[in-house]
């Protein structure tokens, strides 16, 4: 019997602020870019529970979530606590979680930095999967003072969708013993929830089917393999699947999946190559950094982030043919793949640039 396990740490880069620093305990907080009194042109990357009831979440622009701030101020309550990003920190506690889930299962997928599937099909039944799960909360929370969610199904998209459901310090089973019985239940966990909680259903998905008047998983049943695979090419063959709660895809335990990347969003937009330039060479110095004090070797894959004015975003990346080795080596590629962007080339309307990132994946 299939028994998977998913894990993701509760409002994460914000709890680890929260537990690092005891003065910021039980005030909003949100982790992100500079706020500059409202004029800050960068989005949040994680709010924790307090400032979420703000209305303030991941990708919440930050000039915004400023805005939500002062109303709540306004209203009496207190003011968000607005801090930078401290990957390192993060990544440091990423490391120590992902530790403990491997001493409970030899087969463990780390999909970000903050989630984990496990297999607990060794446990034999859902109960003991159960019990395994809450060993690993209560040390997770025992040595690192941090709640986190987990969720346990016959499938990574149950198990993933399950430790969504009851956030933050959540545990949520779906599933039983007898196997047959697990589709009917899976179906019924799914078919109330909204199509976005499905993975790979993103906003503009979901706002397609929003326009035919599907809004639930079980409205989304309604059509056949044949027509969402017409609205959505392949894809849509998996969703039909995936909406009936059946996912036989593997965990995955390679890294390869793992990518270390930067962004900044400029205080003005602009086409000013020196200065943009500057900042990709900036950014790319602190993914080499950050790179060489992680535990791998290699990349084969560089990415970068291109946002205009308007918010149009481009992506392009690289396949490297040899590795690279040193900073300077990662910069000039990545000033070589910026500069298209500064010229006709992919830039023919001459847009004005409001975002630069990078990012190196295919990591081992
Ligand atoms: P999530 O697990 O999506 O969010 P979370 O852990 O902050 O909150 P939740 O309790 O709902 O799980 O992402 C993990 C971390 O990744 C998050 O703390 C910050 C970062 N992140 C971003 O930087 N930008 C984003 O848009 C998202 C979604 C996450
Ligand atoms: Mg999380």
Do not use: C
Request: aromatic share 8%; net charge positive; proline share 4%.
């Amino acid at each position: 019997m299939r028994i998977i396990g998913h894990l993701d740490m509760d409002a994460f880069f914000a709890a680890v602020e929260e537990r690092n620093k005891p003065r910021l305990k039980k005030l909003p907080i949100v982790v992100g870019s500079d706020p500059a009194n409202g004029r800050g042109r960068g989005v949040v990357s994680t709010a924790n529970y307090r400032a979420r009831k703000y209305g303030i979440h991941s990708a919440t622009p930050i000039s915004i979530a400023w805005r939500l701030s002062q109303k709540a101020k306004k209203e009496g309550k207190p003011e968000v606590v607005f801090l930078g990003v401290n990957f390192a920190d993060y990544e440091k506690v990423s490391l120590e979680i992902m530790e403990i889930i491997h001493k409970y299962s030899s087969l463990v997928e780390e999909a970000s930095i903050d989630e984990a599937y496990f297999d607990l099909s060794y446990a034999g039944s859902y109960e003991a999967a159960e019990e395994i799960a809450k060993k690993i909360k209560k040390e997770i929370k025992r040595k690192e003072k941090l709640t986190a969610s987990v969720g346990i199904g016959p499938n990574k998209l149950i198990a993933k969708i399950a430790s969504d459901k009851n956030k933050p310090d959540g545990l949520t089973v779906i599933g039983s013993d007898n196997e047959e019985r697990n589709i009917k239940l899976a179906e019924i966990f799914l078919k109330d929830l909204p199509i976005r909680k499905i993975p790979g259903i993103g906003p503009k998905t979901e706002k397609l089917f929003d326009k035919l008047g599907i809004r639930l998983v079980k409205d989304l049943k309604k059509f056949s393999k044949k027509e969402l695979e017409k609205i959505l090419g392949k894809w849509g063959g998996e969703l039909y699947l995936k909406i009936r709660g059946r996912d036989d895809s593997p965990l995955v335990e390679e890294w390869t999946a793992k990518s270390i990347g930067e962004q900044e969003t400029f205080s003005e937009d602009t086409l000013d190559p020196n200065f943009t330039v500057g900042r990709i060479i900036e950014l790319s110095r602190g993914v080499f950094d950050r790179f060489k004090k992680s535990e791998f070797k290699n990349f084969g894959t560089i990415v970068i982030t291109v946002r205009f004015s308007g918010f149009e975003t481009k992506n392009r990346s690289h396949t490297l043919q040899n590795p690279i080795n040193t900073s300077d080596d990662l910069q000039f590629e990545a000033v070589k793949m910026l500069m298209p962007f500064l010229d006709k080339r992919e830039n023919p309307e001459r847009k004005k640039i409001r975002l630069v990132g990078i990012r190196i994946e295919k990591l081992n």
